[in-house]
């Protein structure tokens, strides 16, 4: 076998599954020619095999060097043509015959040789024995050979997708996705939250996208489905739990309109003892609303009367009564002085701040994917039309496109999402045609946004980091799995990364994050995050459970692409600008909250 021109080197040391080997003196070149291409020997990244009997064992390269020559007799360095030349692999996996399989069943020993590993080798090791895995692109040291990713581990161990501004990392997404759902699994069922609204071109054709200005499919969820003091610091920014004499007011007022409608739910009913305060029942907020503001404000013409409200007039005298549905108050007339009438309802006015604050988020248009939500109301819809209109439609993917929606409570839409899906998997679960019986893959893009390193500013409630982190930890039993997607790992929450069974890394940078994802990489890789920096656009080093063997691979480049470009000031400062851009469209757009629709 050293005869063998795949002969390399030989081993010289063990330790558990890492393996120095050195690079025999005799080779005649660093560049054999093996049935007609070129091979590299050494590349980090590259693989090599160690015969061993009717075994090959598999291993990549993690690192390469060299050790000066010694003369011992003279006492001194000597000119060496090549030196001590080392390799550091790491073992991967075995073969006998054409059948390879992951983790080593017999270990190396000293001496035992080193090969090449050609693309025959490669053939092996990348067969698709499996059906059901997807291609996702070729490897990027032979345009001949696929790379597949295992759609069972993808989703049940999870993964995450990382790579840097620029990376390719939007179109890795676009083309995972089309690989999944375009032709093998078209009834798969993905839900793909979309902070940036990059998707809605891309993955159209596959795609029913919701999103807050689109009257056909518009997005909504329900501020009901948020405990009270989730609710608050949307409300009245608080940023603590909410335990003052306005909260416990004002959480009296909602448990008694809770209760209003228990009895007529339309998917089961309830009593007042099996729900509190937090408990996920439609109630009228505009309603809740208008009857603070009456009772807060209110003049009557009989003291502590709330029947003889005393209402201005307008000029054809009809009564200013205000409208609870559009958030219009009621206007009463100024209180007399002395005994007269009119009289203050209430002397002390000690919930007029929350309830101007509430009706100024009822008002506001960034808002109203929450508020108008009246047909949600228990009655005519609940929670299941809501998760039926995501799940129950002839397209495999679902986007929920949350661009326009507020920063700071990102956090707190996406936790919500999150929490209704698995608790209706979870409770769900054995129920045909869902839970279990119908997997869904949930994508986190831009993660780091709102899944923080031990949360941040924008995120103070840790909602979103709660509801995912559930979904990571138990989801595979009930059939959730999850992608997370990040620009920035040093950004995200530990557990959540430390959940991703597979690693997709394209280009990284920042030294940072580089170190972030070597700690997080399986099968003690880490080594390879040295390769990310000079990974072109669209490759990517691919490690875990969804793949046979780590691997760098090349991903296609997909048409339409995701709206994530970058933009083109060497081509558009050169074209002439109209006189007058429309600002004016632009500050329109901004009051209402909305793109407006040429």
């Given at each position: 076998m050293k005869n063998d021109v795949t002969h390399i080197g030989s081993v010289v040391r063990v330790v558990g599954s890492k393996i120095y080997a050195e690079i025999s003196e005799d080779?005649?070149?660093?560049?054999?020619?093996?049935?007609?291409?070129?091979?590299?020997?050494?590349?980090?990244?590259?693989?090599?095999?160690?015969p061993m009997g009717t075994i090959n064992v598999f291993?990549?390269?993690?690192?390469?060097?060299?050790?000066p020559y010694k003369d011992t007799l003279n006492d001194g360095e000597q000119q060496f043509p090549y030196g001590n030349r080392w390799l550091e692999i790491q073992l991967i996996g075995e073969a006998m015959g054409n059948d390879f399989q992951r983790g080593i069943s017999i270990y190396p020993t000293i001496e035992d040789e080193i090969h090449i590993v050609t693309d025959d080798d490669l053939a092996v090791i990348y067969a698709r024995n499996d059906p059901n895995a997807i291609q996702i692109g070729h490897l990027a040291s032979s345009e001949g050979l696929m790379a597949y990713l295992d759609i069972d581990k993808l989703l049940t161990r999870h993964a995450a997708i990382l790579g840097?501004?620029?990376?390719?990392?939007?179109?890795?997404?676009?083309?995972?996705?089309?690989?999944?759902?375009?032709?093998?699994?078209?009834k798969a069922k993905i839900i793909l939250i979309d902070p940036h609204s990059e998707y809605h071109s891309a993955l159209g054709e596959f795609a029913k996208v919701f999103s807050i200005d689109d009257e056909k499919n518009p997005f909504r969820v329900p501020f009901w489905g948020l405990s009270y003091n989730e609710l608050a610091l949307i409300l009245f920014d608080k940023r603590?739990?909410?335990?003052?004499?306005?909260?416990?007011?004002v959480k009296e007022k909602i448990f008694e309109s809770k209760k209003e409608v228990l009895d007529k739910l339309t998917i089961g009913k309830l009593s007042a003892h099996e729900i509190t305060v937090d408990s996920p029942i439609p109630f009228n907020i505009k309603g809740l609303w208008y009857n603070l503001y009456v009772e807060e404000f209110a003049t009557v013409d009989a003291k502590n009367d709330l029947t003889k409200i005393s209402y201005k007039q307008d000029a054809a005298g009809n009564l200013l009564k205000g409208d609870a549905l559009k958030v219009v108050p009621?206007?009463?007339?100024p209180p007399a002085a002395g005994s007269s009438a009119p009289f203050k309802f209430k002397e002390n006015r000690t919930l007029a701040n929350y309830i101007n604050q509430l009706g100024g988020k009822l008002r506001d248009n960034k808002f109203s994917f929450l508020f108008e939500v009246d047909e949600y109301d228990g009655i005519g819809k609940d929670l299941d039309e809501l998760i039926s209109s995501w799940l129950n439609h002839d397209k495999p993917i679902t986007v929920?496109?949350?661009?326009?929606?507020?920063f700071e409570i990102m956090d707190l839409v996406?936790?919500?999402?999150?929490?209704?899906?698995?608790?209706?998997m979870f409770w769900g679960r054995n129920i045909e045609g869902f839970g279990r019986q119908r997997p869904i893959l949930m994508v986190f893009e831009e993660a780091h946004s709102y899944l923080p390193k031990g949360g941040s500013s924008h995120a103070v409630s840790g909602y979103a980091g709660k509801s995912v982190r559930r979904v990571c930890k138990e989801g595979r039993k009930y059939g959730i799995g999850a992608l997370i997607v990040s620009q920035r790992p040093t950004d995200l929450d530990e557990t959540i990364l430390s959940q991703c069974?597979?690693?997709l890394t394209l280009r990284l940078s920042n030294s940072q994050d580089q170190g972030i994802v070597s700690a997080a990489m399986p099968d003690n890789l880490g080594g390879l995050t040295d390769l990310l920096p000079s990974l072109r656009t669209g490759e990517a080093i691919i490690v875990g459970e969804a793949v046979k063997i780590p691997s760098r691979v090349r991903l296609p480049l997909i048409t339409p692409r995701p709206d994530s470009g970058d933009p083109e000031p060497a081509k558009q400062w050169k074209i002439i600008e109209p006189e007058k851009p429309q600002f004016d469209v632009a500050v329109n757009n901004w009051r209402k909250q909305r793109i407006s629709k040429p």
């Open positions: 080779l005649p070149s660093s560049t054999p020619i093996i049935s007609g291409k070129i091979y590299k020997i050494g590349q980090v990244g590259s693989f090599v095999k160690i291993a990549i390269v993690t690192m390469v060097g060299a050790n840097s501004t620029g990376s390719g990392k939007s179109n890795a997404v676009t083309a995972i996705l089309k690989s999944i759902t375009n032709g093998m699994f078209p603590q739990a909410a335990d003052s004499m306005q909260d416990t007011a009621p206007e009463f007339n929920l496109d949350l661009g326009g929606i507020p996406v936790g919500l999402i999150s929490r209704i899906l698995f608790e209706s069974g597979t690693f």
